[in-house]
C-alpha cells in the first residue's frame, strides 16, 4: 500500500526537530554534526541568527505580491549580485533546476534573437547533475535518474568532462551553447580545472556559442569565493546558482551578462513565487554574511583542514578509502569498499554526510565550520574504516 508521501526517497531512519550551527537533534534526543548540509544548502549552519531576524522580520511585514510589481528587496539583491559576479543582470526562481531551466531558455533565445532559431543544441559533461526536471535529466543524461521517462527531450550532445577534443568536435552550426560545473557534486565530486574552464571559454568564443557555469553547489562560497568561477578568472555569459543561496530557504538564481540576458524580454520567462519578499530578505541576509571581512578567507582555511584530515585518513586507511578530491568545502572521499557503507557507519555515529556518484562520499559541512567540528567528524571516520579493517 503507497504512503501518504509518494515513496520517491529512501528515507534515513530519523527525524529533526531543531538545530544550531553544525549541529541537529533528533526528535529521539540525538545529537548529530551534520556535515551533508541539506546537500550544500545550510550555508551558514543552522537557525542563523541573522538570517531567523531577516525571516521574522520580513513575515511580519509582506510575504507575497507577484512579479507584476517592484519588490525593492528583490531589486537590492538583483543588484549586490551584478555588484559582486560577472553578471549584468539575474533572475530569481526557487531552485536550482528552475535555475538551469532558466539559463538553457536564455541560451537559445540568444541565438533566436540573433536570426539563428537552428542553434538550439547545448554540449553537457559526463558524470554532470543539473536537477530532476524532464530537460535537466535529459542534459545530465544519468541513466538511473532517466530510467522510467522515456522518450527524453532532445538538444543535449555529451562528452566527457576534460576532453576538449571531443568537446570542441561536438560544437556544431546547431550549438547554442556548453553547460558544465566547475565543480561535480551528485557526479562524483570531479573537478574542472581552471585550464579547462579557460578552454571552454576560448571555444566558445570562437564558435559563437554561450557558456553557461552551473554553480548550483558550488556557488555561494562552497569553494572559499563567492563563485567557483573566481578562481579560474573565466567568465561565463549564464550562471545557474541556488542550494546556499537562500541558507536553507528555497531560493534560486539565473545570472547573465548583458549578451545573453539582453535577449530576454517581457514574457519571455517568469515565476509565480521565484523572488518572493521572504525568500529575498533572507538571501540578502545570507549575502550580508558572506561578504563580512574575513568570512571567505575562513572557508579556504576550513578547506584546506579538511583536506588534510581526509587525506590522512585515507592513508591510515588504503583498503577502505582510495583517494580525496573536491574544492572548497566540497570535498569527496572515493572508496574501495561501497559509499553507502561509509555513510551509514557515520550515520550510527551521528554523523551526516552525503553520497556522490563514482563510489564516493562527499564531505560538505556548513560554512562556519571549525577545526573542532572537523576533527570530530574525521575521529568517526577513522572508527569507520577501522572496524571494516577489523571485519
Known amino acids: 500500500m503507497i504512503t501518504a508521501q509518494m515513496p520517491t526517497y529512501a528515507l534515513y531512519d530519523v527525524a529533526f526537530e531543531s538545530g544550531e550551527g553544525v549541529y541537529l537533534k533528533a526528535t529521539d534526543g540525538r545529537r548529530f554534526i551534520d556535515f551533508g548540509s541539506g546537500i550544500a544548502v545550510v550555508a551558514l549552519g543552522h537557525a542563523h541568527p541573522r538570517l531567523v531576524q531577516a525571516l521574522t522580520e520580513q513575515a511580519g511585514k509582506l510575504w507575497h505580491v507577484s512579479n507584476l510589481y517592484h519588490i525593492p528587496v528583490q531589486e537590492r539583491l538583483a543588484q549586490r549580485l551584478v555588484d559582486n559576479t560577472f553578471a549584468d543582470c539575474v533572475f530569481f526562481c526557487n531552485s536550482g533546476a528552475e535555475a538551469v531551466e532558466a539559463g538553457l531558455k536564455i541560451m537559445?533565445?540568444?541565438?533566436?534573437?540573433?536570426g539563428r532559431p537552428d542553434r538550439y543544441r547545448v554540449v553537457t559533461c559526463t558524470n554532470s547533475f543539473h536537477g530532476r526536471t524532464l530537460t535537466t535529466v535529459a542534459a545530465s543524461r544519468n541513466e538511473k535518474h532517466m530510467q522510467g521517462f522515456a522518450p527524453m527531450p532532445d538538444g543535449f550532445d555529451q562528452v566527457p568532462l576534460g576532453n576538449l577534443n571531443e568537446l570542441r568536435a561536438a560544437i556544431t552550426d546547431r550549438t547554442a551553447g556548453i553547460i558544465v560545473e566547475p565543480v561535480q557534486g551528485e557526479g562524483g565530486i570531479h573537478v574542472a580545472g581552471d585550464g579547462y574552464l579557460r578552454a571552454l571559454r576560448d571555444a566558445a568564443d570562437?564558435?559563437?556559442?554561450?557558456?553557461?557555469?552551473?554553480?548550483?553547489?558550488?556557488?555561494?562560497?562552497?569553494?572559499?569565493?563567492?563563485?567557483?568561477?573566481?578562481?579560474?578568472?573565466?567568465?561565463?555569459?549564464?550562471?545557474?546558482v541556488a542550494k546556499g543561496l537562500g541558507g536553507g530557504f528555497p531560493v534560486g538564481a539565473c545570472l547573465a551578462n548583458e549578451k545573453a540576458g539582453g535577449a530576454m524580454a517581457p514574457g519571455s520567462h517568469g515565476s509565480t513565487f521565484g523572488g518572493n519578499p521572504l525568500a529575498m530578505s533572507v538571501a540578502d541576509a545570507v549575502i550580508d554574511e558572506l561578504l563580512k571581512p574575513g568570512f571567505l578567507d575562513h572557508v579556504d582555511k576550513m578547506a584546506g583542514y579538511l583536506r588534510g584530515k581526509l587525506e590522512d585518513a585515507v592513508a591510515a586507511h588504503p583498503k577502505v578509502l582510495k583517494e580525496v578530491r573536491g574544492k572548497g568545502l566540497l570535498m569527496g572521499v572515493e572508496c574501495h569498499v561501497t559509499n553507502s557503507d561509509v555513510v551509514n557507519g557515520l550515520f550510527d555515529r551521528n554523523v551526516l554526510v552525503v553520497p556522490a556518484g563514482g563510489n564516493v562520499v562527499r564531505f560538505i559541512p556548513p560554512l562556519i565550520v571549525e577545526e573542532s567540528h572537523i576533527d570530530e567528524v574525521v575521529a568517526a571516520l577513522n572508527e569507520v574504516c577501522a572496524g571494516m579493517e577489523a571485519d
Open 108 to 114: 537559445r533565445r540568444y541565438h533566436q534573437e540573433n
Open 206 to 240: 570562437e564558435f559563437g556559442v554561450l557558456l553557461m557555469f552551473d554553480e548550483v553547489q558550488t556557488g555561494v562560497g562552497r569553494t572559499g569565493k563567492l563563485f567557483a568561477y573566481e578562481w579560474s578568472g573565466v567568465e561565463p555569459d549564464v550562471m545557474s
